[in-house]
């Protein structure tokens, strides 16, 4: 029996990309997962699809950036399963742009979801796992949150925020002796919807030309999330980077 089986696994973004990706490799282990995105049709069609492979989901349409709605999301699995094992902060936007187009929206968009998502998150799950003095936070960043890339400064600005908030979260846990594990997950470039949250072209041919060859598949990055859960209570991986093997920064 996999050490994930009747985890209770909270992810948010997962109607596409990494996070849907996680939630049809977990619910394969045996999790019993709670799916949050915006988009109601898609956490749908997810749901069906793993409930006819004897899954246990639940959805919830969440916009990240409304603390009230992540809440629920966290009070759905409370009610519903009793407990929260593992929650995923995975939604996220990557509009990258030079700084001189002044795309100040995008920028708003990027610190409301990439950084106030994954805030609202750890405030949503913190006291219920403080509660059973047990739980895993994982939040997925990015390899620009280690090194800048051109047009993705604010971007980048997000992901160093993802990950000095989960490395403080992992001081603060194991300073108070808390039975809580903290993992960030930095992927390099992936072929998922977040490519196409770019509307500067020219800073979209900047980010393929530093990844000349195949991007990575979200299934890869699920293989990671799943990597982290696996370990022994005793165990907690930190931090992975995982990048496409022709990738420099």
Excluded: C
């Amino acid at each position: 029996m996999s050490t994930v089986t009747d985890k209770v696994v909270v992810i948010t973004g997962a109607s596409s990309g990494i996070g849907e990706a996680a939630a049809r490799l977990l619910a394969s282990r045996g999790a019993k997962l709670v799916l949050a995105a915006r988009r109601r049709e898609r956490l749908e069609t997810i749901a069906q699809d793993l409930q006819a492979n004897g899954a246990q989901v639940a959805i919830i349409p969440v916009d990240v950036t409304k603390r009230n709605q992540v809440e629920q999301a966290k009070d759905l699995a409370v009610e519903q399963f009793g407990r929260i094992d593992v929650w995923i902060n995975n939604a996220g936007l990557m509009p990258l742009a030079y700084m001189e187009k002044l795309h100040v929206e995008e920028w708003e968009q990027m610190v409301d979801v990439n950084i106030k998502g994954v805030l609202y998150g750890i405030a949503a799950v913190l006291p219920v796992m403080i509660a059973q003095d047990s739980g895993h936070i994982i939040n997925i960043a990015s390899v620009a949150g280690h090194k800048v890339g051109l047009a993705g400064a604010v971007y980048s600005g997000t992901k160093f925020a993802v990950r000095a908030i989960t490395d403080g979260l992992r001081m603060e846990l194991v300073s108070a002796h808390r039975h809580i594990r903290t993992t960030l997950i930095s992927p390099g470039l992936v072929e998922t919807e977040l490519l196409h949250t770019t509307t500067d072209q020219e800073a979209l041919n900047a980010l393929k030309a530093r990844v000349p060859g195949k991007p990575l598949n979200s299934q890869s990055i699920a293989e990671a999330i799943l990597y982290a859960i696996e370990q022994p209570e005793s165990v907690s991986v930190s931090e992975i980077i995982i990048r496409p093997s022709e990738q420099l920064n």
